[in-house]
């Protein structure tokens, strides 16, 4: 699954449209008490959500590959074309502009995470 957009809303939910235009809701909750999510507890960073397409990862520097989102996700709706809106109001949106140089992130990058980066940037 490539994720065409995502969108947090509140508690812990993120909203996904799927590139075939697949809708759903994924409960991000159960991953709070790993360590790797602990940061998302605070909403604001919770809001900080990027999409990568086949991954989202937030500015802590947790991520969910598209993989894991689609195996635990509740399809909500299929809808007749990939472009679909029907998450972008209320709780926020995820950010359209481009990333910040790994320089400037408050957490060190996991390797796996660099590497997949890597491979896109080319």
Same mark, same amino acid.
């Given at each position: 699954?490539?994720?065409?957009?995502?969108? +947090?809303?509140?508690? $812990?939910?993120?909203?996904?449209?799927?590139?075939?235009?697949?809708?759903?809701?994924?409960?991000?909750? *159960?991953?709070?008490?790993?360590?790797?999510?602990?940061?998302?507890?605070? +909403?604001?960073?919770?809001?900080?959500?990027?999409?990568?397409?086949?991954?989202?990862? $937030?500015?802590?520097?947790?991520?969910?590959?598209?993989?894991?989102?689609?195996?635990? $996700?509740?399809?909500?709706?299929?809808? *007749?074309?990939?472009?679909?809106?029907?998450?972008?109001?209320?709780?926020?949106?995820?950010?359209?502009? *481009?990333?910040?140089?790994?320089?400037?992130?408050?957490? +060190?990058?996991? *390797?796996?995470?660099?590497?997949?980066?890597?491979?896109?940037?080319?």
């Amino acid at each position: 699954m490539r994720i065409a957009e995502i969108s +947090p809303q509140p508690n $812990w939910v993120l909203s996904v449209v799927a590139e075939d235009g697949r809708v759903g809701a994924f409960d991000v909750s *159960p991953y709070l008490k790993d360590e790797a999510f602990e940061a998302l507890k605070d +909403p604001a960073e919770f809001l900080t959500v990027y999409n990568g397409g086949y991954f989202v990862e $937030w500015d802590c520097g947790a991520d969910l590959s598209a993989g894991t989102i689609e195996f635990r $996700w509740g399809k909500l709706a299929k809808l *007749p074309g990939a472009e679909a809106d029907s998450f972008g109001h209320g709780f926020g949106r995820a950010r359209s502009r *481009p990333r910040k140089a790994a320089a400037s992130r408050r957490t +060190p990058k996991l *390797p796996r995470l660099a590497a997949r980066q890597q491979r896109i940037a080319h």
